[in-house]
């Protein structure tokens, strides 16, 4: 049996073990680096992440423990507050995903080259239209449950990055993109709710 498995309390303000704050980077990433690290080794020796070359994943009990860890207890204030910037975000995800798409294609379901400057423009001052109308609200959440913080900082940085031309701090995988990085939100506001993105419900 596992040495060092217990049972997780959920955690209303953020990770404080660092075993903790891996596992749930790695439900928001599915990958991330093997750095050798004691939590890593920790989380392995649990059965709750396994190696993959260079990379850690998430085992099916790993995810299940990430499910619960991540889960605002019901009722609390963080919950509260989770629920509000929630409330808040989903419509506007609607147009992340829609400016992510004409970034990727041009009308008439052409590529887009990137070659008309004038049209990525357009596109790019509507991402930083929408990056103002979400950041009082990532802002505020990330003062009432601190492992939200971050955000803010990562969406801004890419969204300079875009600004000055660097076309893969878009919606690149590879990167902390904006994309990239507004799909971890999304997916770390569901997980603080206890919700499935498949039941979404866009007013």
Sequence with gaps: MPHHSRACDPLPVHPTLESDALLHELR???LVPDD???AAAMLVDDGLALRRGERLGLTPRGRERADAC???A????AERAARQAYDAFVPLNAALLQVTTDWQVRPGNVANDHADRAYDGAVVGRLETLDEQ???VVRRLGRAVPRFA???DRLRNARGRVGDGDHEWFASPRCDSYHTVWMQL???LLLALGLERQ???VT
């Design 28 to 30: 928001l990433r599915r």
């Design 36 to 38: 050798g690290s004691g």
């Design 70 to 72: 991540a889960r605002l």
């Design 74 to 77: 019901e009722g609390s204030e």
């Design 134 to 136: 979400v950041g009082p």
């Design 150 to 152: 971050s955000y803010r």
């Design 186 to 188: 999304h997916e770390d």
């Design 199 to 201: 039941n979404e419900v």
